[in-house]
């Protein structure tokens, strides 16, 4: 099997060694002021006589929590912040609300579309533990330039900065140094910022709330791995040496059984110790990857008849469709349907842990059209096409300004060399 090397990126990791529990280095970047009030005390009271949901969050968080917290302190924000996914999701990256809002940090649509979060039939970067997350911290220091402090910042997340703009302006005067306690916030929003405070008072002092705070390792949980061609959820766990759920909990924007990459690489993420494990199984794996493809109706017909074609309960095909069993399909509707299983291998570029250079022969005038995703930056495209800053200057006139879902046109170097290289964020 040939595999050409994308990349394997390690978040960066700041000098915290001296600290072996997560949460002592979460507890040393606590900054925001210490509120006294009813609300706060009442909340204190519910989680500290609630040891089963403390021991919850612990578990699922050790999963993110590290990650969250060195991109908290990258960005010099308090690190209650990091705790805000226990507000907002119970840290389940699964989380969807009746107001539409999904993932760790529970975005709504709209909000999610303005910060650059895909959201198609494939892939939801709001459930994206990287991309949402990224996206949350950008929101939050956008909100706290726009109204000068935490609190403020942190109402405006939970009940929009429209919302909290107008109250302001209209009921005093637009003073931004108003206190939070003072506005006529939504018992929603005052519980809101009364909850994260209280979880911080339980979290700083965990024995005087009568909690057993499981220790979580100072250490990266996971890895990011690239990949550019299309695999099965069950296949990419399976090679991982991973379960199924482990999968989808550190890569839950996936919601089809079939990861697609064909438009655009796309970025996995693996518990690190498990990384070479699954670059060492797929190199050594000669089956098709997928198990999957893509059937577009030619006329109308019934679920019930496509799924009796290819032999396959109905209420699974509704299920991975997302659709009702009892549907009628529309000419041209497009569906995943199983592979009759006789295709040929398909080429598959995986991320290699490993740094050996490996080879991806391009036609001479082959072209390609490349997506800009949050984050890129013109020498991170160039470095990864094997061709200098220049030649896409060239073949874009000249711009070196990007956004997000802007289109590339190039032509790779031949050929295309890509080292692994540590995440820099």
Do not use: C
Request: hydrophobic share 40%; no cysteine; net charge positive.
């Amino acid at each position: 099997m040939s595999i050409t090397a994308l990349d394997t990126r390690q978040y960066q990791v700041q000098s915290h060694r001296q600290q072996d529990d997560l949460w002592m280095r979460v507890r040393t970047g606590f900054s925001l002021a210490n509120i006294q009030s009813q609300e706060v005390r009442q909340h204190e009271s519910n989680f500290s006589k609630n040891q089963r949901f403390m021991d919850h969050i612990v578990e699922r968080s050790q999963r993110y929590l590290h990650y969250i917290i060195e991109e908290v302190e990258r960005r010099r924000m308090p690190a209650e912040i990091a705790l805000l996914p226990i507000i907002e999701s119970e840290f389940d990256p699964e989380a969807y609300s009746h107001r539409h809002a999904a993932g760790l940090w529970q975005f709504v649509p709209s909000t999610a579309k303005a910060f650059g979060l895909e959201q198609n039939w494939w892939h939801d970067e709001r459930r994206d533990i990287i991309a949402a997350t990224q996206a949350a911290l950008d929101y939050l220091q956008m909100l706290h330039k726009m109204f000068g402090n935490w609190n403020l910042a942190l109402a405006a997340y939970n009940w929009g900065e429209g919302s909290l703009k107008k109250v302001i302006d209209t009921d005093h005067g637009g003073n931004k140094a108003v206190s939070y306690q003072a506005l006529g916030l939504p018992a929603e929003t005052r519980n809101y910022i009364s909850k994260l405070i209280a979880i911080r008072n339980i979290i700083a002092n965990p024995r005087r709330y009568g909690i057993k705070l499981k220790p979580i390792p100072n250490r990266p949980y996971f890895e990011q791995i690239t990949i550019n061609q299309q695999i099965d959820v069950k296949l990419a766990a399976r090679l991982a040496g991973i379960t199924e759920n482990e999968f989808n909990a550190l890569n839950p924007a996936y919601h089809r059984p079939v990861i697609k990459a064909e438009d655009s690489p796309r970025t996995l993420l693996l518990p690190v110790t498990n990384v070479k494990v699954f670059v060492d199984n797929l190199e050594s794996y000669d089956k098709v990857l997928v198990s999957w493809h893509v059937y577009q109706a030619e006329k109308p017909e019934t679920l019930r008849d496509l799924a009796e074609r290819h032999r396959i309960p109905v209420a699974r095909l509704a299920q991975i469709n997302g659709i009702s069993e009892r549907a009628t399909l529309k000419k041209g509707q497009a569906l995943l349907v199983p592979r009759d299983g006789s295709s040929a291998r398909e080429m598959t570029y995986l991320a290699s842990h490993s740094l050996k250079p490996a080879t991806k022969r391009v036609q001479p005038e082959e072209h390609i059209v490349y997506t800009v995703k949050k984050g890129d930056t013109l020498h991170e495209i160039a470095r990864r096409h094997g061709i200098d800053v220049k030649t896409i200057r060239l073949w874009n006139k000249g711009s070196d300004r990007l956004s997000v879902g802007q289109k590339l046109t190039f032509k790779p170097a031949q050929p295309v060399l890509s080292l692994a290289a540590p995440y820099s964020s």
